[in-house]
Protein backbone atom coordinates (compact mmCIF):
# COMPACT_ATOMS: atom_id res chain seq x y z
CA UNK A 1 0.00 0.00 0.00
CA UNK A 2 0.95 3.60 -0.81
CA UNK A 3 2.18 5.69 2.25
CA UNK A 4 4.54 2.87 4.28
CA UNK A 5 6.35 5.03 6.75
CA UNK A 6 3.71 7.59 7.35
CA UNK A 7 2.82 7.15 11.29
CA UNK A 8 -0.18 5.17 11.59
CA UNK A 9 -1.79 8.19 13.50
CA UNK A 10 -5.64 6.70 12.12
CA UNK A 11 -4.74 2.79 14.03
CA UNK A 12 -8.32 1.59 14.31
CA UNK A 13 -10.55 4.95 13.94
CA UNK A 14 -12.98 3.91 11.72
CA UNK A 15 -14.57 6.74 9.05
CA UNK A 16 -17.37 6.87 7.36
CA UNK A 17 -16.91 8.74 3.94
CA UNK A 18 -19.44 10.05 1.93
CA UNK A 19 -18.49 11.00 -1.77
CA UNK A 20 -20.97 13.90 -3.57
CA UNK A 21 -21.13 14.29 -7.38
CA UNK A 22 -18.43 16.47 -8.35
CA UNK A 23 -15.06 16.52 -10.45
CA UNK A 24 -13.28 16.86 -6.82
CA UNK A 25 -14.64 13.28 -6.21
CA UNK A 26 -11.43 12.14 -7.74
CA UNK A 27 -9.44 13.10 -4.99
CA UNK A 28 -11.44 11.20 -2.60
CA UNK A 29 -9.81 8.07 -4.05
CA UNK A 30 -6.63 9.56 -2.94
CA UNK A 31 -7.56 9.91 0.55
CA UNK A 32 -9.14 7.04 1.25
CA UNK A 33 -5.30 5.45 0.50
CA UNK A 34 -3.90 8.24 2.91
CA UNK A 35 -6.64 7.43 5.45
CA UNK A 36 -5.81 3.63 5.38
CA UNK A 37 -1.85 3.84 5.10
CA UNK A 38 -2.74 5.85 8.76
CA UNK A 39 -4.55 2.67 10.03
CA UNK A 40 -8.14 3.81 9.65
CA UNK A 41 -10.91 1.78 8.68
CA UNK A 42 -12.49 3.50 5.61
CA UNK A 43 -16.43 2.68 4.62
CA UNK A 44 -17.46 4.66 1.21
CA UNK A 45 -21.29 5.68 0.67
CA UNK A 46 -21.26 7.41 -2.47
CA UNK A 47 -24.17 9.25 -4.38
CA UNK A 48 -26.22 8.85 -7.61
CA UNK A 49 -23.88 11.48 -8.93
CA UNK A 50 -20.57 10.83 -7.49
CA UNK A 51 -21.23 7.56 -9.27
CA UNK A 52 -20.98 9.31 -12.38
CA UNK A 53 -17.55 11.23 -11.88
CA UNK A 54 -15.34 7.72 -10.28
CA UNK A 55 -16.89 4.06 -10.06
CA UNK A 56 -17.56 2.33 -7.38
CA UNK A 57 -14.80 -0.62 -8.16
CA UNK A 58 -12.00 2.46 -7.33
CA UNK A 59 -13.22 3.01 -3.90
CA UNK A 60 -13.66 -0.98 -3.26
CA UNK A 61 -9.90 -1.59 -4.62
CA UNK A 62 -8.34 1.64 -2.24
CA UNK A 63 -10.93 0.60 1.07
CA UNK A 64 -11.13 -3.11 0.81
CA UNK A 65 -14.56 -2.83 1.57
CA UNK A 66 -17.79 -2.91 -0.25
CA UNK A 67 -19.43 0.70 -1.23
CA UNK A 68 -22.76 1.64 -0.40
CA UNK A 69 -24.97 3.62 -2.51
CA UNK A 70 -28.33 2.04 -2.00
CA UNK A 71 -31.03 3.26 1.08
CA UNK A 72 -33.61 0.31 0.03
CA UNK A 73 -31.25 -2.21 -0.89
CA UNK A 74 -32.51 -5.78 0.80
CA UNK A 75 -29.07 -7.05 1.21
CA UNK A 76 -27.30 -4.09 2.64
CA UNK A 77 -30.13 -3.40 5.07
CA UNK A 78 -29.81 -7.23 6.56
CA UNK A 79 -26.09 -7.09 6.77
CA UNK A 80 -25.69 -3.96 8.14
CA UNK A 81 -28.78 -1.41 8.52
CA UNK A 82 -28.58 2.37 7.52
CA UNK A 83 -28.72 3.12 10.92
CA UNK A 84 -26.29 1.12 12.17
CA UNK A 85 -23.77 2.01 9.29
CA UNK A 86 -24.43 5.37 10.59
CA UNK A 87 -23.25 4.85 14.32
CA UNK A 88 -20.36 2.79 13.59
CA UNK A 89 -17.76 5.02 12.74
CA UNK A 90 -16.00 7.10 14.79
CA UNK A 91 -16.39 9.99 12.58
CA UNK A 92 -18.57 10.97 9.27
CA UNK A 93 -16.27 12.96 6.63
CA UNK A 94 -18.24 14.27 3.38
CA UNK A 95 -15.49 14.89 0.77
CA UNK A 96 -16.57 16.43 -1.92
CA UNK A 97 -19.85 18.20 -0.12
CA UNK A 98 -21.29 19.81 -2.68
CA UNK A 99 -23.80 22.61 -2.39
CA UNK A 100 -27.15 19.79 -2.87
CA UNK A 101 -25.59 17.76 0.08
CA UNK A 102 -24.80 21.02 1.95
CA UNK A 103 -28.41 21.72 1.57
CA UNK A 104 -29.95 18.89 2.04
CA UNK A 105 -28.64 18.22 5.25
CA UNK A 106 -29.44 21.78 6.72
CA UNK A 107 -32.58 21.27 6.21
CA UNK A 108 -32.80 17.53 7.91
CA UNK A 109 -33.57 16.24 4.30
CA UNK A 110 -33.15 12.08 4.08
CA UNK A 111 -34.00 11.14 0.34
CA UNK A 112 -31.64 9.27 -0.34
CA UNK A 113 -28.51 7.13 1.48
CA UNK A 114 -26.17 9.50 2.09
CA UNK A 115 -28.58 11.93 3.86
CA UNK A 116 -29.80 9.53 6.00
CA UNK A 117 -26.68 8.49 7.28
CA UNK A 118 -26.46 12.21 7.96
CA UNK A 119 -29.65 12.62 9.66
CA UNK A 120 -29.08 9.06 11.80
CA UNK A 121 -25.92 9.25 12.88
CA UNK A 122 -24.78 10.34 16.70
CA UNK A 123 -21.38 11.22 15.58
CA UNK A 124 -20.05 14.57 14.23
CA UNK A 125 -19.57 15.06 10.54
CA UNK A 126 -16.56 16.77 9.11
CA UNK A 127 -17.37 18.74 5.80
CA UNK A 128 -14.87 19.77 2.89
CA UNK A 129 -16.79 21.99 0.53
CA UNK A 130 -16.73 21.59 -3.31
CA UNK A 131 -18.50 23.84 -6.12
CA UNK A 132 -18.29 27.02 -7.83
CA UNK A 133 -17.12 30.00 -6.26
CA UNK A 134 -20.63 31.86 -6.82
CA UNK A 135 -22.45 28.47 -5.48
CA UNK A 136 -20.34 29.36 -2.05
CA UNK A 137 -20.53 32.78 -1.39
CA UNK A 138 -24.29 32.39 -2.35
CA UNK A 139 -26.22 33.76 0.58
CA UNK A 140 -27.97 30.07 0.47
CA UNK A 141 -25.20 28.06 0.97
CA UNK A 142 -23.56 30.26 4.14
CA UNK A 143 -26.50 30.43 5.50
CA UNK A 144 -26.69 26.46 5.36
CA UNK A 145 -23.07 26.56 6.94
CA UNK A 146 -24.02 28.05 9.32
CA UNK A 147 -26.91 25.91 10.45
CA UNK A 148 -24.39 23.11 10.37
CA UNK A 149 -22.24 24.74 12.31
CA UNK A 150 -24.58 25.30 14.79
CA UNK A 151 -25.59 21.63 14.45
CA UNK A 152 -22.21 20.44 15.56
CA UNK A 153 -20.68 19.94 12.28
CA UNK A 154 -16.89 20.60 11.89
CA UNK A 155 -15.40 22.49 7.98
CA UNK A 156 -11.97 21.83 6.38
CA UNK A 157 -12.01 24.32 3.62
CA UNK A 158 -12.82 25.26 0.62
CA UNK A 159 -9.37 26.43 -1.01
CA UNK A 160 -9.10 29.37 -3.25
CA UNK A 161 -8.19 28.51 -6.70
CA UNK A 162 -8.83 28.02 -10.31
CA UNK A 163 -12.68 26.02 -10.73
CA UNK A 164 -13.07 23.34 -12.81
CA UNK A 165 -15.28 25.79 -14.78
CA UNK A 166 -12.85 28.64 -15.63
CA UNK A 167 -13.64 30.34 -12.65
CA UNK A 168 -11.15 31.58 -9.58
CA UNK A 169 -12.06 31.96 -6.09
CA UNK A 170 -12.89 29.84 -2.95
CA UNK A 171 -14.71 26.43 -3.60
CA UNK A 172 -11.86 24.42 -4.11
CA UNK A 173 -12.05 21.12 -2.15
CA UNK A 174 -8.99 20.78 0.04
CA UNK A 175 -6.42 18.51 -0.55
CA UNK A 176 -6.38 15.15 0.84
CA UNK A 177 -3.46 15.62 3.02
CA UNK A 178 -5.27 18.86 4.53
CA UNK A 179 -8.35 16.37 5.10
CA UNK A 180 -6.36 14.03 6.70
CA UNK A 181 -4.93 16.27 8.67
CA UNK A 182 -8.61 17.77 9.67
CA UNK A 183 -9.63 14.26 10.24
CA UNK A 184 -6.57 13.64 12.56
CA UNK A 185 -7.88 16.52 14.58
CA UNK A 186 -11.39 15.87 15.04
CA UNK A 187 -10.41 12.82 16.00
CA UNK A 188 -8.68 13.66 18.67
CA UNK A 189 -11.42 15.38 20.45
CA UNK A 190 -14.97 13.85 21.55
CA UNK A 191 -16.77 13.12 18.34
CA UNK A 192 -19.84 12.00 20.05
CA UNK A 193 -22.84 14.20 19.87
CA UNK A 194 -24.69 15.27 22.69
CA UNK A 195 -28.04 12.94 22.57
CA UNK A 196 -31.50 14.78 21.87
CA UNK A 197 -33.07 16.23 24.67
CA UNK A 198 -35.82 13.15 25.50
CA UNK A 199 -33.87 10.62 24.60
CA UNK A 200 -34.68 7.69 27.02
CA UNK A 201 -32.60 4.12 25.81
CA UNK A 202 -35.37 1.67 26.55
CA UNK A 203 -35.12 -1.95 26.17
CA UNK A 204 -31.42 -1.72 26.02
CA UNK A 205 -29.63 -5.14 27.90
CA UNK A 206 -29.11 -2.89 31.47
CA UNK A 207 -32.06 -1.05 31.43
CA UNK A 208 -32.98 -0.52 35.10
CA UNK A 209 -30.02 -1.28 36.01
CA UNK A 210 -26.73 0.70 38.15
CA UNK A 211 -23.74 0.14 36.84
CA UNK A 212 -20.40 1.84 39.12
CA UNK A 213 -17.27 1.98 36.70
CA UNK A 214 -13.72 3.01 37.71
CA UNK A 215 -11.22 4.78 35.23
CA UNK A 216 -7.67 6.00 34.93
CA UNK A 217 -5.06 5.71 37.05
CA UNK A 218 -4.39 7.21 40.63
CA UNK A 219 -1.89 10.01 41.47
CA UNK A 220 0.18 9.45 45.02
CA UNK A 221 1.52 12.68 46.20
CA UNK A 222 5.08 12.91 46.94
CA UNK A 223 5.37 16.39 47.75
CA UNK A 224 3.63 19.22 46.07
CA UNK A 225 4.84 18.41 42.51
CA UNK A 226 5.29 15.07 42.41
CA UNK A 227 3.35 11.52 42.60
CA UNK A 228 3.87 8.23 41.86
CA UNK A 229 1.14 6.61 39.23
CA UNK A 230 1.30 4.69 36.17
CA UNK A 231 0.57 4.36 32.39
CA UNK A 232 -2.85 4.29 32.52
CA UNK A 233 -4.74 6.40 30.19
CA UNK A 234 -8.53 5.54 31.21
CA UNK A 235 -9.52 4.85 27.06
CA UNK A 236 -10.92 1.24 28.43
CA UNK A 237 -12.68 2.55 31.76
CA UNK A 238 -13.84 5.45 29.76
CA UNK A 239 -15.31 3.23 27.00
CA UNK A 240 -17.00 0.80 29.11
CA UNK A 241 -19.06 3.27 30.67
CA UNK A 242 -19.78 4.40 27.88
CA UNK A 243 -20.92 1.62 26.36
CA UNK A 244 -23.04 0.23 29.84
CA UNK A 245 -24.81 3.74 29.36
CA UNK A 246 -26.07 2.93 25.83
CA UNK A 247 -27.19 -0.28 26.98
CA UNK A 248 -29.75 1.54 28.86
CA UNK A 249 -27.69 1.32 32.76
CA UNK A 250 -27.56 4.75 34.93
CA UNK A 251 -23.85 4.86 35.14
CA UNK A 252 -21.53 6.09 37.66
CA UNK A 253 -17.61 6.55 36.84
CA UNK A 254 -14.89 7.16 39.16
CA UNK A 255 -12.40 8.32 37.22
CA UNK A 256 -8.63 9.45 38.10
CA UNK A 257 -6.62 12.20 36.19
CA UNK A 258 -7.19 11.79 32.61
CA UNK A 259 -7.07 13.43 29.34
CA UNK A 260 -10.44 12.61 28.07
CA UNK A 261 -14.03 14.11 27.98
CA UNK A 262 -16.41 12.68 30.66
CA UNK A 263 -18.33 8.98 29.03
CA UNK A 264 -21.61 10.32 27.68
CA UNK A 265 -24.66 9.66 29.34
CA UNK A 266 -22.50 9.15 33.08
CA UNK A 267 -22.32 11.12 35.94
CA UNK A 268 -18.67 11.31 36.82
CA UNK A 269 -16.77 11.66 39.72
CA UNK A 270 -13.02 12.74 39.47
CA UNK A 271 -10.80 11.71 42.12
CA UNK A 272 -6.39 12.30 42.71
CA UNK A 273 -5.42 9.22 44.97
CA UNK A 274 -6.92 5.73 46.02
CA UNK A 275 -8.08 6.85 48.94
CA UNK A 276 -10.04 9.50 47.30
CA UNK A 277 -11.49 6.77 44.54
CA UNK A 278 -12.55 4.08 47.66
CA UNK A 279 -14.57 6.80 49.46
CA UNK A 280 -15.88 7.75 45.95
CA UNK A 281 -17.06 3.74 45.03
CA UNK A 282 -18.85 3.92 48.52
CA UNK A 283 -20.61 6.42 48.24
CA UNK A 284 -21.87 5.29 44.91
CA UNK A 285 -22.59 2.08 46.35
CA UNK A 286 -25.43 0.37 46.21
CA UNK A 287 -25.10 -0.93 42.65
CA UNK A 288 -26.28 -3.77 40.30
CA UNK A 289 -22.12 -4.37 39.11
CA UNK A 290 -19.14 -2.92 39.78
CA UNK A 291 -16.06 -2.38 37.66
CA UNK A 292 -12.66 -1.86 38.62
CA UNK A 293 -11.25 -1.07 35.59
CA UNK A 294 -9.06 1.74 37.31
CA UNK A 295 -5.19 1.22 37.57
CA UNK A 296 -4.95 1.72 41.12
CA UNK A 297 -1.56 2.66 42.41
CA UNK A 298 -0.56 -0.26 44.87
CA UNK A 299 1.76 1.72 47.40
CA UNK A 300 1.76 5.33 48.52
CA UNK A 301 3.90 7.63 50.10
CA UNK A 302 3.75 10.52 53.01
CA UNK A 303 3.83 13.34 51.15
CA UNK A 304 6.22 16.07 52.33
CA UNK A 305 4.65 19.56 53.40
CA UNK A 306 7.10 21.61 51.06
CA UNK A 307 8.47 20.42 47.17
CA UNK A 308 11.91 18.23 47.79
CA UNK A 309 15.02 19.97 47.26
CA UNK A 310 18.20 18.04 45.45
CA UNK A 311 20.82 18.28 47.72
CA UNK A 312 24.26 16.32 48.66
CA UNK A 313 22.78 13.77 50.53
CA UNK A 314 21.49 12.20 46.91
CA UNK A 315 18.04 11.09 45.89
CA UNK A 316 15.56 11.03 49.17
CA UNK A 317 14.30 7.84 50.84
CA UNK A 318 10.39 7.11 50.17
CA UNK A 319 8.59 4.67 52.84
CA UNK A 320 5.53 3.26 51.52
CA UNK A 321 2.59 1.82 52.56
CA UNK A 322 -0.32 -0.36 51.02
CA UNK A 323 -2.78 1.59 49.33
CA UNK A 324 -6.64 0.32 50.13
CA UNK A 325 -7.96 -2.59 48.10
CA UNK A 326 -10.94 -1.19 46.46
CA UNK A 327 -12.05 -4.55 44.31
CA UNK A 328 -11.68 -6.70 47.45
CA UNK A 329 -13.08 -3.98 49.60
CA UNK A 330 -16.33 -3.84 47.19
CA UNK A 331 -16.07 -7.82 46.42
CA UNK A 332 -16.35 -8.21 50.39
CA UNK A 333 -18.32 -5.58 51.58
CA UNK A 334 -21.79 -5.45 52.75
CA UNK A 335 -22.85 -3.72 49.55
CA UNK A 336 -21.65 -6.71 47.21
CA UNK A 337 -23.02 -5.48 43.42
CA UNK A 338 -24.49 -8.75 41.87
CA UNK A 339 -21.91 -8.70 40.00
CA UNK A 340 -18.24 -7.86 40.47
CA UNK A 341 -15.26 -7.16 37.67
CA UNK A 342 -11.99 -6.53 38.33
CA UNK A 343 -8.80 -5.89 35.75
CA UNK A 344 -5.46 -7.82 35.76
CA UNK A 345 -2.57 -5.73 34.02
CA UNK A 346 0.35 -8.52 33.88
CA UNK A 347 4.02 -8.32 31.95
CA UNK A 348 4.03 -12.13 32.32
CA UNK A 349 1.91 -15.77 33.24
CA UNK A 350 -0.58 -13.24 32.53
CA UNK A 351 -3.75 -16.19 32.86
CA UNK A 352 -2.19 -17.85 36.28
CA UNK A 353 -1.78 -14.45 37.52
CA UNK A 354 -5.52 -13.25 36.87
CA UNK A 355 -6.93 -16.59 37.96
CA UNK A 356 -5.18 -16.07 41.38
CA UNK A 357 -6.54 -12.52 41.54
CA UNK A 358 -10.10 -13.75 40.91
CA UNK A 359 -10.01 -16.11 43.98
CA UNK A 360 -7.97 -13.68 46.14
CA UNK A 361 -10.13 -10.98 45.57
CA UNK A 362 -13.52 -12.70 45.55
CA UNK A 363 -14.41 -11.05 42.38
CA UNK A 364 -16.68 -12.66 39.58
CA UNK A 365 -14.96 -12.22 36.46
CA UNK A 366 -11.41 -10.64 35.93
CA UNK A 367 -10.51 -9.01 32.04
CA UNK A 368 -6.63 -9.82 31.76
CA UNK A 369 -4.15 -7.47 29.43
CA UNK A 370 -0.97 -8.44 28.88
CA UNK A 371 0.65 -4.78 29.27
CA UNK A 372 4.04 -5.86 28.97
CA UNK A 373 6.01 -3.37 26.30
CA UNK A 374 5.37 -3.99 22.82
CA UNK A 375 1.86 -4.14 23.31
CA UNK A 376 0.26 -0.83 23.22
CA UNK A 377 -2.16 -1.14 25.96
CA UNK A 378 -1.11 1.20 28.68
CA UNK A 379 -2.02 4.16 26.53
CA UNK A 380 -3.15 3.02 23.51
CA UNK A 381 -6.17 2.21 20.71
CA UNK A 382 -6.37 -1.70 21.08
CA UNK A 383 -6.29 -4.30 23.69
CA UNK A 384 -6.29 -8.11 23.68
CA UNK A 385 -8.23 -9.04 26.40
CA UNK A 386 -8.92 -12.70 28.33
CA UNK A 387 -12.26 -13.23 30.40
CA UNK A 388 -11.67 -15.16 33.42
CA UNK A 389 -14.06 -16.84 35.40
CA UNK A 390 -14.24 -19.52 37.79
CA UNK A 391 -15.60 -21.95 34.65
CA UNK A 392 -12.54 -21.04 32.69
CA UNK A 393 -10.95 -18.41 30.30
CA UNK A 394 -12.48 -16.85 27.34
CA UNK A 395 -9.96 -15.38 24.96
CA UNK A 396 -10.83 -12.47 22.57
CA UNK A 397 -9.30 -11.30 19.53
CA UNK A 398 -7.23 -8.46 19.48
CA UNK A 399 -9.99 -5.33 19.47
CA UNK A 400 -10.25 -1.41 19.79
CA UNK A 401 -10.84 -0.78 23.40
CA UNK A 402 -14.01 0.35 22.67
CA UNK A 403 -15.25 -2.79 21.03
CA UNK A 404 -13.90 -4.49 23.86
CA UNK A 405 -16.14 -2.88 26.23
CA UNK A 406 -19.40 -3.33 24.04
CA UNK A 407 -18.36 -7.30 24.11
CA UNK A 408 -17.82 -6.91 28.23
CA UNK A 409 -20.62 -4.79 28.45
CA UNK A 410 -22.91 -7.90 26.42
CA UNK A 411 -21.16 -10.56 28.44
CA UNK A 412 -22.17 -8.83 31.62
CA UNK A 413 -25.66 -8.38 30.51
CA UNK A 414 -25.88 -12.09 29.96
CA UNK A 415 -24.49 -13.02 33.28
CA UNK A 416 -26.53 -10.62 35.41
CA UNK A 417 -29.94 -12.29 33.56
CA UNK A 418 -29.30 -15.45 34.78
CA UNK A 419 -27.23 -16.86 32.67
CA UNK A 420 -23.70 -17.47 34.03
CA UNK A 421 -22.50 -20.23 32.58
Given at each position: MAGVGCARSLEAKRVLLIVGGGIAAYKSL????????????????MTAAAKEFVTPLAFVSLANEKVYDDLFSATDEQEMGHIQLSRDADLLVVAPATAHILARAARGLCDD?????????DKRVLYAPAMNVRMWLHPATQRNVSTLHGDGA?????????????????????????????????????????????????????????????SGPTHEPIDPVRYIANRSSGRQGHAIAAAAARAGARVT???????????????????ESARDMLAAVNAALPADIFVAAAAVADWRAEPAVDKIKKGERGAPSLSLVENPDILASVSRGPNRPRLVVGFAAETRDLIRHAQEKLARKGCDLIVANDV?????????????????SRAGVEDWPRLRKEDVAERLVARLAQLIGGEMS
Amino acid sequence: MAGVGCARSLEAKRVLLIVGGGIAAYKSLDLVRRLRARGARVRVVMTAAAKEFVTPLAFVSLANEKVYDDLFSATDEQEMGHIQLSRDADLLVVAPATAHILARAARGLCDDLATTLLLATDKRVLYAPAMNVRMWLHPATQRNVSTLHGDGAWFVGPNVGDMACGEYGPGRMSEPLEIVQAIETALKQDTLLPAPEGLSIRGGALEGLHVVVTSGPTHEPIDPVRYIANRSSGRQGHAIAAAAARAGARVTVISGPVALPDPPGCETTHIESARDMLAAVNAALPADIFVAAAAVADWRAEPAVDKIKKGERGAPSLSLVENPDILASVSRGPNRPRLVVGFAAETRDLIRHAQEKLARKGCDLIVANDVSEGTGVFGGAMNQAHLVSRAGVEDWPRLRKEDVAERLVARLAQLIGGEMS
